[in-house]
């Protein structure tokens, strides 16, 4: 049986039956049946039944948010917030089937012309911090296009992802169309990587497990989209609204508490200003409000387990490479919890300043000139996301043209809209999920001839 616990109290949640090697073949050997018949399906009629499930959830928003908040430990303003995403991820793609667009290709002879066609099974396996948000990013653009899904939550927050299988049937998705099944990722995760009949994987995760799905993968040639870790910078230039920047600072790396691949965790400081940013910086961590998740105050909630509180805790070692400057509060156990901690003056070196910590931890990193930040903000083995401040509008796109990343924002600290690509650079992953982009990675393209001599 999976033990579901509430990170906030440390309870049982729920108990399910585990999934293993066959729960996982039998989903797949479903989704294979369901799949020509969905794939067949008018396009219209694909996209009225997304229209259907997207009102669903909207539907059930409160339901699927307070199930979220509990299992995941989020506040219940964010996992409202989530459940609205979820709901327009679905109807943004709702739009697609009709809109699956080919070309036409002058040729000698004939008519080449290219049409899109959907994969077929497509394993979904996703990770605890935005369980239904990350799995919707997957699940809307597959059967868009017209594939079926076999999706595979993480073992801690496999919640809503059930509740959501039966959303998606009571709103008119066939049977055999959205299969969901909750177990371990070494035994399930991995039996999906290898499933000879699964066409893709798409994957949110560790860089480390994104790792082994890539080479798992190349045995039977199955496409891949890895969205992975991240240690994005929020690089803060002199000539900044600096109490603005010093506002969004804290819900940039502190939202979620933290476990956000996307969390600006190195906050790069043009060293004129540091003194003043970090006074203001004070101000927003120590105003932090961190507490019960299905508290309407609550603005940050507990870790997700012991075991994460445990690696969060051993970045916050009091080291001269990267010392304590400002501690938030949280409250006593039961529960996961951590306080919003700033590191400061980070020496780039230092582990803290180098390894995702997935967690309420920002390290302040101070630099000189325009170059120099630019520079930093390279220096690392990922490049998912990051922020740039500055009134200086040209400085703001050189910089954003120089950083190694897939999604940049300028005077804010946002990364995720539902109509733009999101994914990494380098060690952070490939592929994009969201926007018009993802449809690439759920479809293959098909040239075809037609003689006409
Ligand atoms: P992982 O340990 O990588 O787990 C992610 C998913 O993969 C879970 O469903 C897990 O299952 C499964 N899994 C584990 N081992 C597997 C294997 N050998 N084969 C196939 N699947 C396997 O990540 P996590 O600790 O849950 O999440 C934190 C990490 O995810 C961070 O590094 C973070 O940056 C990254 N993340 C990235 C993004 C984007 S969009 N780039 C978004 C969120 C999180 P079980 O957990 O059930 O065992």
Redesign the pocket.
């Known amino acids: 049986m999976i033990q579901v616990i509430e990170p906030a109290t440390e309870a049982v949640l729920e108990e399910l039956p585990r999934g293993g090697i066959e729960e996982i073949d039998a989903a797949v050997d479903r989704a294979r049946e369901a799949f020509p018949g969905w794939r067949a399906m008018a396009p219209g009629e694909r996209a009225s039944r997304l229209y259907a499930l997207a009102d669903a959830v909207a539907d059930r928003r409160e339901e699927l948010a307070v199930l979220e908040a509990r299992n995941a430990g989020k506040p219940i303003a964010d996992a409202r917030g989530e459940m609205d995403m979820v709901a327009a991820t679905f109807r943004y793609y709702a739009g697609a089937p009709e809109r699956l667009l080919g070309d036409t290709i002058p040729v000698a002879g004939g008519q080449a012309f290219t049409v899109r066609e959907p994969l077929g099974v497509v394993g979904l396996?996703?990770?605890?911090?935005?369980p239904l948000t990350?799995a919707a990013w997957k699940l809307a653009p597959a059967l868009a296009a017209g594939n079926t899904v076999v999706l595979?939550?993480?073992?801690?927050t496999p919640l809503t992802a059930l509740r959501f299988a039966r959303v998606a049937l009571d709103a008119g998705i066939p049977e055999g169309v959205v299969n969901v099944v909750a177990g371990?990722?070494?035994v399930c995760?991995?039996r999906l990587?290898e499933h000879p009949h699964v066409a893709k994987i798409a994957?949110?995760?560790?860089?480390?497990?994104g790792r082994?799905?890539a080479a798992g993968a190349a045995a039977t040639i199955k496409r891949v989209t890895l969205?992975?870790?991240?240690k994005s910078p929020n690089v803060v230039f002199a000539d900044a609204d600096l109490e603005a920047a010093a506002a969004a600072a804290p819900s940039a790396v502190f939202g979620n508490a933290g476990q956000d691949?996307c969390a600006r965790s190195r906050i790069l400081v043009q060293r004129s200003v540091l003194d003043r940013f970090m006074d203001a910086l004070e101000d927003a961590v120590e105003s932090i409000r961190v507490g019960d998740p299905l508290s309407e105050e609550s603005e940050m909630g507990p870790l997700i387990s012991a075991a994460h509180r445990e690696k969060v805790s051993s970045f916050v070692n009091g080291s001269g490479d990267a010392p304590v400057a400002i501690r938030g509060s949280a409250p006593d156990g039961p529960g996961y919890w951590f306080a919003p901690t700033v590191l400061c003056p980070v020496d780039p070196g230092a582990r803290a300043a180098r390894e995702?910590i997935?967690g309420p931890v920002a390290t302040v990193i101070p630099f000189g000139d325009e170059n120099d930040a630019i520079r930093l903000a390279n220096d690392t083995v990922y490049g998912?996301s990051g922020s740039i401040w500055t009134r200086d509008g040209a400085r703001a796109l050189r910089v954003a043209r120089a950083i190694d990343a897939g999604v940049l924002s300028i005077n804010s600290n946002t990364s995720v809209r539902v109509a733009t690509p999101?994914g990494?650079f380098k060690q952070?992953?490939y592929g994009r999920e969201l926007g018009p982009h993802a449809l690439d990675a759920y479809t293959e393209v098909k040239s075809i001839y037609y003689a006409t001599s």
């Open positions: 396996i996703v990770p605890w911090n935005f990350i595979k939550p993480a073992e801690l371990p990722g070494s995760g991995q990587v994957f949110t995760g560790s860089t480390e497990v082994s799905i969205e992975l870790g991240g691949c995702e997935f998912l999101f990494g952070s992953g």
